[in-house]
């Protein structure tokens, strides 16, 4: 398997690094871009939800859907790189099913000051005082501590996209896994 995932919390620089990536060479893929892979979804009834409320997210709304993959897509993917190497960007709820399509698991971590910071820059109507903003702090820590128990490989969010970037292939290249 040659599916490396890049995971993290809104504003913690995934999708920078993953331009980094690409700039040398690597194959990256957004899985929050790939809408056969991502969605939101109803957690009473299951089904995907095509049509998004306005931003910023209802906090009634937020407590009633999930970020979630499609198996059957993950499925495709990995078979499509079951012999090159491509790098996952992305997250989603129930993540833990789909360890096994992956050679190697990181997360990207930065403090929850710096990504409140990142995310009120990038779209203030969508994150100044929001709920959605509130719940991303709130679990900002738990998500590190909860990525340390589940074997994924901590990189410091807060470094140089370049940098993050470079501790990421470090790993890898450690795992003797590429050429």
Do not use: C
Not at 35 to 44: A, T, W
Not at 59 to 66: A, F, L, P, R, T
Not at 82 to 101: D, M, N, P, V, W
Request: proline letters at 4%.
């Amino acid at each position: 398997m040659t599916l490396f995932l890049i995971a993290g919390g809104p504003g913690v620089g995934k999708s920078t690094v993953g331009r980094v990536l690409e700039s040398r060479g690597f194959t990256v893929l957004d899985a929050d871009m790939d809408q056969e892979l991502s969605g939101y979804v109803n957690k009473k009834t299951g089904h995907r939800i095509s049509e998004l409320p306005p931003l910023p997210y209802p906090k009634k709304w937020i407590e009633e859907h999930s970020w979630e993959w499609s198996m059957e897509r993950m499925l495709d993917l990995a078979e499509s790189y079951r012999k090159h190497r491509a790098f996952l960007i992305g997250g989603a709820e129930g993540i833990g099913q789909f360890y096994s399509f992956f050679r190697q698991r990181f997360l990207i971590w930065v403090d929850g000051e710096t990504t409140a910071i990142r995310l009120q820059s990038r779209e203030p109507e969508r994150w100044r005082g929001s709920f959605e903003l509130v719940n991303v702090l709130k679990e900002n820590e738990y998500l590190r501590r909860w990525a340390i128990k589940e074997g994924f490989t901590i990189v410091i969010g807060s470094l140089s996209p370049e940098a993050i970037a470079e501790d990421i292939l470090a790993y890898i290249d450690r795992a003797d896994v590429l050429p």
